[in-house]
């Protein structure tokens, strides 16, 4: 049976979608559920729900097969995937945002969800930075002056807009990456070949 | 039975299942290699980091290094194969050497882990200048993987020239190659058609249908003839079909796969890959390869080939059935103590664990299979 990682919102919504209008179905599938593991009626497959940053460690793990995640947490992960395809929806962008520019006058403090891409950005433009890592309502920061400033997803703006908060410099841009586990793309190929297609729109990889 | 208090981060109790199953794997895989001439050796455990440094960039990074008494820079043993591939190069002849060997490996922690990691791995090398010794190495390879009795192994053949060979086939611009190889190695589709944006549309065409080159050996053999005619492509080709077909004969139930998208894993691998996995694992049960070592200062190059088997995670997998021990525990007072020793050695010499404590509760705290009680009413 080939496991499929879902992070619960959009990302899988759309995930299952594919699946579904490919002929792999879950009639026990409820979004209102708690449950967090549901088979395919054929039993050739299951999908399981885990917090979107740990879609890549499930998957380079081998815990689950194939996944469907965000780029900018796969920038954030450290786990080995085999990053197969560009699924072109879940688009945002990765930015520096605050209430003002930051300071260059003292080292200043940045609040965010990804740490690790926060770091290597600001290392590669020679501004050093103290990194504080949240885990949500990262937006909070500067309006509390926890930080100078933030590293954040940004999709409509509109959240940014209602606190007052701009976009000075976009990182990278993010959508929706098809995972999925080296090993278990060698020696289940023939098993996840028809997964893999389904969510990628019948294009094969 | 009552708990005991949980051992510190970094130590486990490697109860009698798990080692009696590590030290027949060891026994066993090092008898069978020493029945194929090879000489079993003890590669050091610190090693000077100039020896290590022909491991490549990413091998060092991961390096645990110190600094001696002396000055000089050590390393944790991170990679046996260049301890070995080092003193041979410093031999005046090179001729025909085969080692096999047990060794701690030593790597810095990743984040996921927090740890500090090391493992024991059991393994051969080949260092020659006549012939070709791929065939032995692999017959190896599987006849260790079947000694470990593991279930549903799935051996990969690779040759990490394969996909170079390719794009200097397809012209592709030597800068460009450099930056597309690591992608293909990650499968990283979306960047990997980014990259080749500027090369043309045909050639994009072949390198995507390349990264599918890979699964069972009829399927991938056929698919890359019916698609290329260069013959330097299809020697490499012919070159695992034919080793494949002998790893067939020898075992006819062996699953093998091939992967011509196959990188190098280590920097120094010229040619063939040997790796197994299984399904209840996400790290590799064995991996090798083929490889030309050169030392930075001298010009003499030899050709080796070698392979290691993870013995932990052999042993975990492993359906070898651990000897059978019973669990005594003999409960005496410090008067009696001497007796209770000779009693326990006698359980002992039957291949029984036996354990002499003073303090009844005690018991509560393991799993015993029988308990015997010397005090003074029975002396």
């Known amino acids: ?205 | 039975m009552t708990q005991r208090q949980p051992l510190a981060q970094g130590m486990s109790i490697k109860g009698k299942e798990i080692y009696s199953k590590e030290d027949a794997l060891i026994y066993t895989t090092l008898k069978c290699f020493d029945s194929y001439g090879y000489d079993v050796i003890e590669p050091p455990s610190i090693e000077y980091y100039d020896v290590m440094k022909s491991s490549g960039k990413e091998a060092q990074q991961n390096m645990i290094k110190f600094i001696d008494p002396f000055g000089d820079i050590m390393v944790l043993q991170a990679d046996p194969t260049m301890s070995l591939a080092h003193y041979m190069s410093k031999q005046s002849e090179t001729s025909l050497r085969k080692f096999a060997m047990v060794s701690s490996v030593h790597r810095a922690y990743t984040l996921q882990s927090k740890r500090h990691e090391h493992f024991k791995q059991v393994g051969i090398e080949v260092f020659y200048d006549q012939g070709n010794f791929d065939e032995e190495v692999c017959e190896l390879a599987l006849k260790a993987l079947e000694l470990a009795q593991i279930k549903d192994v799935v051996i990969e053949l690779g040759h990490v020239m394969f996909m170079p060979s390719l794009l200097q086939t397809l012209r592709v611009p030597s800068v460009l190659i450099e930056q597309i190889l690591p992608l293909i190695q990650a499968k990283d589709m979306p960047l990997l058609e980014a990259s080749m944006i500027d090369l043309p549309l045909q050639v994009q065409k072949i390198i995507k249908k390349a990264m599918t080159w890979f699964g069972p050996v009829e399927n991938v053999v056929d698919k890359i003839k019916s698609e290329m005619n260069d013959p330097l492509l299809l020697g490499i080709v012919d070159e695992l079909n034919q080793l494949s077909n002998y790893l067939k004969q020898l075992n006819p139930k062996i699953n093998l796969i091939l992967d011509f998208t196959t990188q190098k894993s280590l920097s120094y691998y010229q040619g063939l890959t040997i790796t197994a996995y299984s399904p209840q694992s996400a790290q590799p049960l064995l991996s090798g390869g083929r490889y030309e070592y050169k030392e930075e200062e001298s010009s003499l190059s030899m050709t080796a080939i070698g392979f290691g088997l993870n013995v932990a995670l052999c042993a975990k997998l492993s359906t070898i059935q651990p000897t059978k021990m019973s669990t005594i525990a003999i409960i005496t007072t410090p008067e009696k103590k001497l007796q209770a020793l000779f009693k326990a050695n006698e359980y002992r010499t039957l291949g029984n664990r036996v354990h002499v404590l003073f303090d009844e509760d005690e018991v509560k705290t393991t799993d015993y299979d029988q308990m015997i009680v010397i005090d003074k009413e029975q002396a």
């Open chain 1, 1 to 205: 049976m080939i496991t499929i990682a879902l992070a619960k919102g959009r990302l899988a919504t759309k995930g299952l979608e594919r699946l579904i209008q490919s002929g792999i179905t879950f009639s026990e599938y409820d979004e209102k559920s708690r449950k967090l593991i549901f088979e395919s009626d054929d039993k050739q497959a299951r999908i399981v729900f885990v917090k979107a940053m740990d879609v890549p460690t499930y998957v380079s793990l081998g815990i689950a097969d194939v996944g469907i995640v965000g780029k900018d947490v796969l920038l954030e992960s450290d786990g080995v995937v085999n990053e197969l395809a560009d699924l072109k929806f879940g688009a945002c962008r990765l930015c520096v945002c605050g209430l003002k520019p930051l300071p260059t006058d003292r080292k200043p403090i940045i609040a965010s969800k990804y740490p690790r891409v926060s770091e290597r950005y600001f290392n590669a433009h020679g501004i050093d930075v103290d990194i504080i890592k949240l885990e949500g309502s990262v937006e909070l920061a500067p309006l509390l002056q926890l930080a100078d400033g933030i590293v954040d997803i940004v999709e409509s703006g509109l959240t940014l807009k209602e606190n007052n908060l701009n976009v000075y410099t976009t990182i990278t841009t993010s959508s929706a990456r098809l995972i999925v586990n080296p090993r278990s793309y060698k020696i289940k190929l023939k098993a996840i070949q028809p997964i893999i297609e389904a969510i990628n729109q019948g294009e094969s990889v």
